[in-house]
């Protein structure tokens, strides 16, 4: 079955950086869409930004020009670099692949990881 595994989480300040990173496995690299979401306690999870196979990206509206999300998939791993960090931030952060082009509903995301902690103070 397909595996995820983030890693890279941790505790920072505000206007800190972070860098995720997520493993996937066991398909080639350009298998499908790719994405992050993230859940904070009491609300529900929401995508945070996607990446097509090829590269097209989309970003939620409250991350647009701090976080950036990239793929390698010769090395079959997904990144998001997340910069000028806000409290708001704090979430479990999860990577997510579906074998299809990105899907408007996180529901049709096929497999996910087990999350990472970001915590913003």
């Known amino acids: 079955h397909v595996q995820l595994v983030e890693s890279g989480g941790g505790s920072v300040q505000a206007g800190g950086s972070l860098a995720l990173s997520c493993a996937h496995s066991p398909y080639g690299g350009s298998v499908g869409c790719l994405g992050w979401f993230r859940q904070a306690p009491g609300r529900e999870r929401e995508a945070v930004a996607t990446?097509?196979?090829?590269?097209?990206?989309t970003y939620a509206d409250s991350v647009k020009g701090r976080f950036t999300i990239s793929r390698d998939n010769a090395k079959k791993m997904l990144y998001l670099q997340m910069n000028s960090l806000k409290p708001e931030d704090t979430a479990m952060y999860y990577c997510?692949?579906?074998?299809?082009?990105?899907?408007?509903?996180?529901?049709?995301?096929?497999?996910w990881g087990q999350g990472t902690q970001v915590t913003v103070s």
């Open positions: 990446i097509e196979a090829y590269g097209t990206t």
């Open positions: 997510a692949l579906v074998r299809a082009f990105c899907p408007r509903n996180k529901a049709d995301f096929t497999y």
